[in-house]
T-cell receptor
């Protein structure tokens, strides 16, 4: 069964450094999402992406964040200058517009630790 | 999207049905009810969704009251692997931002 994959599984970085989190969505999916979950807290929506542009974003997704689909398979989240409070699990998801349910398929997550 | 309310936690015996309630009293007529779960720290997993009619798939059943103000997710024969946090989410389409609440922590007991 196809699945969303994410790399790396764990990323450790110093405060102020740039990080890029990578995702490979399910191949025929056209909607892509990033969510994050700070330890012990709720899953929070960051951004959705469709047709090569951001379709929706939350207040969390400020100028420090950007997303890109650099080729036909990858979907990336860049954090320009990481802060301690960016430490969280970051989940990528994708969905297929041809499915009745529009359900989102989530990846296993990347744990980002900012020191 | 309408606000949903779920119990914080529930226990269920292995092999028995787990019935997880959700209140969505302000849901509008064209909002769906989606259920996802999160096992430990894994990515959320879609379970089922519905609009008005009861729905069943290989994972679960969803019972929506006639007035649509509440629903119940039923796992017919819970196993230890069903121990997870279950989220009830109302939204106009599953393609948009999902708003996860605190969910119900289901503990399946052996």
């Amino acid at each position: 069964e196809p699945e969303v994959t994410q790399t790396p599984s764990h990323q450790v970085t110093q405060m102020g450094q740039e990080v890029i989190l990578r995702c490979v969505p399910i191949s025929n999916h056209l909607y892509f999402y990033w969510y994050r979950q700070i330890l012990g807290q709720k899953v929070e929506f960051l951004v959705s992406f469709y047709n090569n542009e951001i379709s929706e974003k939350s207040e969390i997704f400020d100028d420090q964040f950007s997303v890109e689909r650099p080729d036909g398979s990858n979907f990336t989240l860049k954090i320009r200058s990481t802060k301690l409070e960016d430490s969280a699990m970051y989940f990528c998801a994708s969905s297929d517009p041809d499915r009745d349910g529009d359900e989102q398929f989530f990846g296993p997550g990347t744990r980002l630790t900012v020191l | 999207d309408a606000k949903t309310t779920q119990p914080t936690s529930m226990d269920c015996a292995e092999g028995r049905a787990a019935n997880l309630p959700c209140n969505h009293s302000t849901i509008s007529g064209n909002e769906y009810v989606y259920w996802y779960r999160q096992i430990h720290s894994q990515g959320p997993q879609y379970i089922i969704h519905g609009l008005k009619n009861n729905e069943t798939n290989e994972m679960a059943s969803l019972i929506i009251t006639e007035d649509r103000k509440s629903s119940t997710l039923i796992l017919p024969h819970a196993t230890l692997r069903d121990t997870a946090v279950y989220y009830c989410i109302s939204c106009y389409t599953g393609r948009r931002a999902l708003t996860f609440g605190s969910g119900t922590r289901l503990q399946v007991q052996p």
